[in-house]
């Protein structure tokens, strides 16, 4: 991954291929374009004219614009990149940490192939700090594994990630923003990490390999890693898991990973659904709806990514992560459109539908996971059409069984800079998946359909304990092109708001 350093150097002394700078919209009332702070010494180095050349080039300022220009002499670095950053603040307030986020994520995918950048964006605190080197460490992300190449970039022109961020006027000898900085690495690896994951073929990550992934990262950072193979599910009697997986060559896996903290005095239990591929089942997707399908594994993927970055960060809260792993295939062995399965919990339910999968594994999960008697469970999962047609593809949906819960989670995404949305549990709802046959039917009413999911996954909850569901199937995957911080294909998404809530739970904020 692209190295981070907070350099004590200046921008105009700084040695590097370019510098990026920060340039933004006159506050409201004023007009034309204002360079902003951090780059006091490249403006002069211009003669303090950088703001009329980029005008002159047809800059606006506005987010995620991105202009280059040569660098005049008193410059090291050949180089000035000019970000956008929207809207000036005024002169009493400064920069919004996403904005910051965004600018630093765009700039450094601007700058793929170069070897070191000098970022001399606005930095008032620590949480500038975070934000800016979080923003550039996720933007200069890129998935080359399957290309082929010499040098692994897919070709001899093609050009590789940035290769370092220089991080100027972050106080590197200050232990605040030093940490803050290792925070920004820490995070953004393993939201690599899970982007990796979501991007990895499904002939290459099924349920077996990545529970081979989970327990090699378990030993790394010291993390309990339990897998449940097929055997130990059915003698277990997770119905639900087995019944999703039974059509495949590749038998699922439910995985638990412990992470303890001595001075722990919270648990909180995450659940991630894991499909490594979902065909639908004999409930067969349509034609154009299996293509990216190797990313409904990805609240798997963020759940994996918030335990190991919870023990990176030496969180004091027991973070329990349960993967629900399993491939949805048609075969002559595959679970049915009518069948009834009988859950990890007892009860049973009755398949109408073999393309609600998801819920049948988290169901199983989630029980597992309230035996253990948490003090909160979030389960994240790419849920349903459903919630993308409410929320579009970059707004995640949030349920609960406690408003307050709900409440803090939005409050915590949006923070981070996660968009969300608290959405009901219309007890009305819950009719429609009534059974004359089982406990409980997959399926329910078509109006409402993530609802629906989410009052499914309610039933398997443990009495007492506090719940959450995260829909993320609108901004998981990104079939369109990148944006800010965020690459085509797998998005590492609500991994940061996991990670934010241990946090919050840790320092005793969440009750």
């Not at 920069?95 to 001399?120: N, W």
Request: with cysteine; proline share 5%.
């Amino acid at each position: 991954m692209t190295a981070l350093t907070l350099s004590t150097a200046g921008a105009a002394t700084l040695r590097a291929d370019a510098l990026v700078v920060g340039v933004a919209k006159s506050p409201k009332g004023g007009k034309g374009l204002v360079v902003a702070p951090g780059a006091e010494a490249v403006d002069k180095a211009f003669g303090g004219k950088l703001a009329t050349v980029l005008e002159t080039l047809g800059a606006s300022g506005s987010e995620g614009e991105v202009t280059k220009v040569p660098s005049p002499s008193g410059l090291k670095a050949p180089v000035v990149l000019a970000v956008g950053l929207g809207q000036a603040p005024r002169k009493d307030e400064t920069y919004d940490a996403e904005a910051l986020r965004r600018a630093a994520g765009v700039a450094a995918r601007a700058l793929s192939g170069v070897k070191k950048a000098g970022f001399a964006l606005p930095i008032e605190a620590v949480e500038d700090t975070e934000a800016i080197a979080e923003g550039a460490l996720l933007g200069a992300y890129a998935f080359t594994a399957y290309q082929s190449a010499k040098d692994g970039r897919g070709g001899k022109d093609a050009k590789g990630p940035l290769g370092e961020v220089a991080l100027l006027g972050a106080k590197p000898r200050d232990k605040a923003h030093k940490a803050g900085a290792e925070r920004a690495v820490a995070l953004a690896e393993e939201i690599n990490r899970a982007r990796d994951l979501i991007n990895t073929p499904p002939n290459d990550l099924y349920p077996e390999s990545f529970a081979a992934i989970a327990s090699a990262a378990g030993k790394e950072h010291g993390i309990k890693v339990q897998v449940l193979d097929e055997k130990a599910l059915v003698k277990g009697g997770y119905g639900g898991i087995m019944g999703v997986g039974q059509g495949s060559e590749h038998t699922p896996r439910l995985v638990r990973l412990a992470y303890t903290h001595p001075k722990a005095e919270k648990t909180l239990a995450l659940v991630g659904k894991g499909i490594t591929y979902d065909s639908g089942g004999i409930s067969l997707k349509p034609a154009g709806h299996n293509e990216t399908m190797k990313c409904d594994m990805s609240g798997a993927a963020a759940v994996f990514a918030a335990v190991v970055t919870a023990a990176r960060l030496g969180l004091a809260v027991n973070v329990t992560g349960w993967l629900a792993l399993a491939e949805n295939m048609p075969s002559g062995s595959a679970v049915r459109p009518g069948d009834v399965l009988r859950m990890y919990s007892g009860k049973t339910v009755e398949v109408l539908n073999t393309d609600a999968e998801g819920r049948l594994v988290l169901a199983d999960a989630l029980t597992r996971a309230s035996e253990e008697n948490p003090d909160a469970i979030v389960d994240v999962a790419t849920l349903t059409g459903a919630m993308v047609l409410a929320l579009g593809n970059r707004t995640f949906g949030i349920m609960a069984n406690d408003d307050a819960f709900r409440t803090a989670i939005h409050e915590i995404a949006e923070e981070v800079g996660e968009a969300s949305w608290p959405m009901p549990l219309p007890a009305d709802l819950r009719k429609g998946m009534d059974s004359p046959t089982a406990d409980i039917a997959n399926m329910g009413e078509r109006m409402g359909g993530g609802l629906v999911a989410g009052l499914f996954l309610k039933e398997f909850v443990g009495e007492g304990i506090t719940w959450a569901h995260l829909d993320i199937a609108g901004p998981a995957f990104n079939e369109g092109g990148p944006f800010g911080y965020t690459p085509k294909g797998g998005t590492g998404s609500a991994v940061r708001t996991l990670v934010k809530l241990a946090e919050r739970t840790a320092a005793g904020d969440l009750g």
